[in-house]
């Protein structure tokens, strides 16, 4: 009987094991899709900066020209 209960903790062990794993996948995954997206986000608006300062600056060189 003893060696059936120890059996069936190892089970439940495991089984709980597994759920944690997978939620800590889960979060991994969606942690690494933010930090994509946000970069993503970054870098587009970083290059909406440089595009528009470089707008500004040929605009300013055509005038002067």
Do not use: K, N, P, Y
């Not at 009987?1 to 800590?24: D, E, Q, S």
């Not at 970054?42 to 470089?54: E, F, H, K, Y």
């Amino acid at each position: 009987m003893t060696t059936f209960l120890f059996a069936i903790a190892i089970a439940v062990f495991l089984f709980c094991l597994r759920v944690l794993a997978m939620i800590v996948v889960l979060l991994v995954r969606v942690l690494w899709a933010l930090l994509l997206a946000s970069l993503r986000l970054l870098s587009w608006l970083l290059g909406l900066v440089v595009d528009g300062g470089t707008e500004v600056f040929a605009r300013a060189r055509a005038r002067r020209a």
